[in-house]
C-alpha cells in the first residue's frame, strides 16, 4: 500500500470518537474542547514519522522517527532509539484514519 495523499500530514487523536480503532483527524480540525492533551503524528513522503505526546505542562513532545510499508495496509514505524510498532491502517479517507496498532 503506498500512502495516498490523503493519509500524509498530521493527524491528531479524536478521543470522543469510540470503536474498534483509534480515529484520527487532521490537525484543522476543529475539536471540541477537551480537558486533556491530544497525541498524534506526521506521516511525510519522504518516508519521515514524528509522534506527538504530551508533555510537561501538556506541551507536545515529538518523537522522530521513519515509517515503511509492511504489508497490505500496514505501515511500520521505527525510532532511533530502538522502538517500533506497526500501524493496521483499517480506513483512510480525507479527513479520517482509523487504525489499529
Known amino acids: ?3 495516498g495523499d490523503h493519509l500524509l500530514g498530521r493527524w491528531l487523536f479524536s478521543h470522543e470518537e469510540e470503536g474498534g480503532a483509534r480515529v484520527y483527524r487532521p490537525r484543522d480540525t476543529p475539536f471540541p474542547p477537551s480537558r486533556r492533551p491530544r497525541d498524534g503524528f506526521d506521516i511525510n513522503a519522504d518516508g519521515t514519522f514524528r ?5 510537561a505542562g501538556d506541551a507536545p513532545v515529538a518523537t522522530e522517527g521513519r515509517w ?7 505501515l511500520a514505524v521505527s525510532f532511533a532509539d530502538g522502538r517500533g510498532r506497526v500501524l493496521e ?13
Open 51 to 55: 509522534a506527538y505526546t504530551p508533555g
Open 89 to 101: 491502517i483499517v480506513d483512510a479517507a480525507p479527513g479520517t484514519l482509523k487504525i489499529r496498532g
Open 1 to 3: 500500500m503506498a500512502p
Open 68 to 74: 515503511t510499508e509492511a504489508g497490505e495496509g500496514r
